[in-house]
T-cell receptor, first 115, second 110 residues
Framework: KAGVTQTPRYLIKTRGQQVTLSCSPI?????VSWYQQTPGQGLQFLFE???????NKGNFPGRFSGRQFSNSRSEMNVSTLELGDSALYLC??????????????FGNGTRLTVT | GNSVTQMEGPVTLSEEAFLTINCTYT??????LFWYVQYPGEGLQLLLK?????DKGSNKGFEATYRKETTSFHLEKGSVQVSDSAVYFC?????????FGAGTRLTVKP
C-alpha cells in the first residue's frame, strides 16, 4: 500500500506570493490533517478534512486554507506569504480521523522557504 | 487549553541503556495519548497509544502507561538499539484538538 504522498518536496517563494501544497492520502483513508512544523513551535495543527468537509481548524490566520476532493486528496493554500510561514508542512491521513483514535500516517512533508 | 510537554533533547545513550522520555499533558478531561516516532528520512509514524487511564501502550519494546494521577505518559525502553535513533513526539487528542510535544531527538551509539 502506498504511503501518504506530498508534493512538491521543496518550494521557495517570495513574500506576498501564494502557494498550493498537495497531499495524496493512503487509499481508503477519508481524513486528512495538515500540520506546520517549525523548530521554535514544533508541530502545530492547521486543519482536518473528512469526506470533503473541514471538520476542525487550528489557530492560524485566514491566509491558510485548504480543501479536500472527492478522492480524498487534499490541497493547502497559503496566500500573501510572510517570512514566518517558512516551515515544513506535514500532511497526515487516517481512516476515521483522530477523534476515533485512528492512527495518523504522515507524509514526508513539503519544505517551504519564503524569502 | 490542551497542551503536551515533553522533555527536551537531545538524548544520547549507549546501546543497551535504559531509556525514559518524559511527557505530561494538560487538558480538560482525559485525552487519548500517543507516541509518534520519526526515523531519519521518514515521516512520523505511530509508535504506541493509550486511550484511557491505566492503559499501557507497547510496541517494539517501548512502553508507556497512561497515569491519570500524574497526568503523564512517559516513554520507556529497557535496552535501546542503534536503530532506535530517531525523533520521538508525544501527542494528545481531546475535544477535537490534537496537540504534539516539541519532539525529543534520541541518538544511540554502539
Amino acid at each position: 500500500k502506498a504511503g501518504v504522498t506530498q508534493t512538491p518536496r521543496y518550494l521557495i517563494k517570495t513574500r506576498g506570493q501564494q502557494v498550493t501544497l498537495s497531499c495524496s492520502p493512503i487509499s481508503g483513508h477519508r481524513s486528512v490533517s495538515w500540520y506546520q512544523q517549525t523548530p521554535g513551535q514544533g508541530l502545530q495543527f492547521l486543519f482536518e478534512y473528512f469526506s470533503e468537509t473541514q471538520r476542525n481548524k487550528g489557530n492560524f490566520p485566514g491566509r491558510f486554507s485548504g480543501r479536500q476532493f472527492s478522492n480524498s486528496r487534499s490541497e493547502m493554500n497559503v496566500s500573501t506569504l510572510e517570512l514566518g510561514d517558512s516551515a515544513l508542512y506535514l500532511c497526515a491521513s487516517s481512516q476515521q480521523g483522530p477523534r476515533n483514535n485512528s492512527p495518523l500516517h504522515f507524509g514526508n512533508g513539503t519544505r517551504l522557504t519564503v524569502t | 487549553g490542551n497542551s503536551v510537554t515533553q522533555m527536551e533533547g537531545p538524548v544520547t545513550l549507549s546501546e543497551e541503556a535504559f531509556l525514559t522520555i518524559n511527557c505530561t499533558y494538560t487538558a480538560t478531561g482525559y485525552p487519548s495519548l500517543f507516541w509518534y516516532v520519526q526515523y531519519p528520512g521518514e515521516g512520523l509514524q505511530l509508535l504506541l497509544k493509550a486511550t484511557k487511564a491505566d492503559d499501557k501502550g507497547s510496541n517494539k519494546g517501548f512502553e508507556a502507561t497512561y497515569r491519570k494521577e500524574t497526568t503523564s505518559f512517559h516513554l520507556e525502553k529497557g535496552s535501546v538499539q542503534v536503530s532506535d535513533s530517531a525523533v520521538y513526539f508525544c501527542a494528545g487528542y481531546n475535544n477535537n484538538d490534537m496537540r504534539f510535544g516539541a519532539g525529543t531527538r534520541l541518538t544511540v551509539k554502539p
